[in-house]
Structure formats: C-alpha cells, structure tokens
C-alpha cells in the first residue's frame, strides 16, 4: 500500500439533524420528506449533501462535511487516488461506473489509496458526468 | 418549512452595470469584467447578489458555500440548478445537445418566487447522453 496522507482540512461544515442513525465518515444526502434533515446515502450513486464527519443518533444534531479534503469510508473494491469518487449503497465512497448512459454524480476525487473500509481522502467538489460517450 | 441557514465562504465586489434584484445570480459584463449584471438562461454565474443594488453602485456577490437563491421553478432538494430569466434559479434541463452551466445542488426545495438555500459549486453537463 503506498503512503497515505491522511491530512484532513475542512473548508465548510454545516449541520443538520439525523433522520437516521449516522456511520461516521460516510456520504449523507438531504431527506426528501423533510429538507431540515440528513440520511445515509443508501443507493449506488446517490446524491450526497456531504460526509458526516461524527457517528449521529436518530434525531440528533449532525456535522456535515462539505468542502476540503475530507475523510471517507472506501466501499467495495476501495478506490486510489485520482479516483472519480460516488456513493455506494451505504454511503461509501466507491469509484464511479464507465456506463456511458449513466449520469454518476460525482463527489469529487481521491487524493490518496483506500482499500475496501479503509479511510481515504477525497477532494471533495461534487460535480456530474456520464461515463462515456456512447457514440 | 424552515429555511435552513445561509453560510458565505467568499465574496468579491463588483460594480452593478444594471440595477440587480437581491438573491439572483449575476455574471460579468461582457467586455467590461469590473462590472456585473443579472445572468440570463443558463449563463454562466460569478455568483449571487444578496441585497437590491442601483446602477453604478458597488456590489459584494456570493461566490461560495451554501447561498440564498430565488426559486424561477419549482425545486426540489437535490435538483441540479442552472440560471433561468434575470438571474433566478431553475432546475437544469435534459436536452442531450445542451451543455448546463449547473451553478450547484439545492439544499431544500422551493416553489416559484420562494428563496431556497444552493449548495454552490459551478459545473457544466449535458443534459443526457444522446447516443
């Protein structure tokens, strides 16, 4: 495994209060129902609002990341740096598909190496592409 | 609903080339890049004015964080926005031939006329993949 820098700078935090219970270090995404609360991201390519930087209880006040080099959980297959970075089903941050006809909505990319549950570092910056160009 | 709170992480100033209504996206002036003027459909935003600004005066526009918009559309939390008629906020289209000049995600949703908070992060996308 090459050498990782794990320097965590937080450009932007914001909260909000957890619908759910909150896995620290993990995608969160606004709750449809009630825009005044956070979810875990718990579809592939999910939308996400940040990473949640602490573990939250159900109705408990949560700090969302959302700007800087952020922490975050690798799901399967864990990513490497350069990485373009979406959500998995559990709000890991996996790297995104080559479909050419899917929109992935990107959180950013991985400025360091993480293996499946390791902690790696994204440049967060959400942005969304497709995955090729099918023509 | 609550609107959940406004959160500035930079500004710049420019002077108004036009009178600007307060929480619209403006854009440079074309040709004159120390002045600004409200953005038209889907142009490309510097950012967002916050209070009502007469011609030829100075303006501080919001250029990061989490930004108070006006809705032209009806939003939802997640929306990707782009620019719509003088400078309010719309949803981003689905033409394949089009490239969005997304300004950032809704934080919450709104209906017309209603201000709501962005998430602003400047981008461009097509609207889908036409192959």
Same mark, same amino acid.
Not at chain 1, 62 to 80: C, T
């Given at each position: ?21 909150? &896995? ?77 006809? &899917? ?24 942005? &969304? ?7 | ?6 959160? #500035? ?10 009178? /600007? ?12 890049? %120390? =002045?600004? =003027? /409200? ?9 967002? #004015?916050?209070? %009502?600004? %007469?011609?030829?005066? %100075? ?42 000049? #997304?300004?950032?995600?809704? /934080? ?5 006329? =209603?201000?709501?908070? /962005? ?13």
């Amino acid at each position: 495994m090459a050498a990782k820098f794990l320097a965590k700078s937080v450009r932007h935090r914001f909260s909000r209060k957890a619908s759910e219970a909150l &896995t620290e270090l993990r995608l969160v995404k606004i709750n449809g129902a009630d825009n005044e609360k956070v979810d875990m991201c718990d579809t592939a390519n999910d939308v996400p609002c940040g990473i949640v930087e602490f573990g939250a209880a159900a109705d408990k006040e949560a700090v969302i990341m959302d700007d800087g080099h952020l922490p975050l959980v690798a799901g399967s297959g864990g990513f490497s740096a350069g990485d373009e970075i979406v959500s998995d089903n559990a709000g890991k941050g996996v790297v995104r598909g080559s479909t050419a006809t &899917t929109r992935y909505n990107v959180i950013g990319r991985a400025l360091t190496d993480a293996a499946e549950n390791e902690i790696g570092i994204v440049d967060y910056r959400p942005y &969304t592409t497709f995955g090729g160009n099918a023509s | 609903m609550r609107l959940p709170g406004e959160s #500035v992480t930079f500004t710049v100033t420019r002077r108004a080339a036009a009178a /600007l209504m307060p929480h619209r996206f403006v854009r440079l002036k074309a040709g004159d890049p %120390e =002045q600004i =003027q /409200l953005c038209g459909s889907n142009e490309s935003a510097l950012g967002i #004015v916050g209070f %009502e600004i %007469e011609t030829g005066s %100075e303006a501080t526009i919001k250029c990061g964080g989490h930004l108070i918009v006006e809705a032209g559309t009806i939003i939802v939390a997640g929306d990707e926005i782009i620019c719509g008629v003088s400078g309010t906020a719309i949803k981003r289209g689905t033409s394949a031939t089009t490239r969005y000049n #997304v300004l950032g995600r809704a /934080l919450c949703g709104a209906s017309i006329g =209603q201000w709501f908070i /962005l998430a602003f992060g400047p981008y461009t996308v097509f609207g889908a993949n036409a192959s």
